[in-house]
């Protein structure tokens, strides 16, 4: 059974940058590299945001909010994805989730003051 597992979340100032990392495992009949991984996030009281999105052929997408800022990149080796943010905003706080066909993490907070 696929697992998602992020972590990298936590409290920073407007401006500073995260590294956020999903680790997956549990694929038995298939191979992580195989898999697109897509980052969303959730802010309290709003819909669930799809932030980037990295292809099996690594190609990368992102949404308007985060273009420029953040970047998605992938090791197939690892089975790992990483979601590298910079320049952090205030709304950028949220529980950031990684994502792969029907399996979800548990997520990790984001948390930026100004």
């Known amino acids: 059974q696929v697992q998602l597992v992020e972590s990298g979340g936590g409290l920073v100032q407007a401006g500073e940058s995260l590294l956020l990392t999903c680790a997956a495992s549990?694929?038995?009949?298939?191979?992580?590299?195989?898999?697109?991984m897509t980052w969303f996030r959730q802010a309290p009281g709003k819909d669930r945001e799809l932030v980037a999105r990295?292809?099996?052929?690594?190609?990368?997408t992102y949404a308007d909010s985060v273009k420029g800022r953040f970047t998605v990149s992938r090791d197939n080796a690892k089975s790992m994805v990483y979601l590298q943010m910079n320049s952090l905003k205030p709304e950028d706080t949220a529980v950031y989730s990684c994502?792969?066909?029907?399996?979800w993490g548990q997520g990790t907070q984001v948390t930026v003051s100004s």
């Open positions: 990295i292809t099996v052929s690594f190609v990368a």
């Open positions: 549990g694929f038995t009949f298939s191979r992580f590299r195989d898999y697109t």
């Open positions: 994502n792969t066909v029907a399996v």
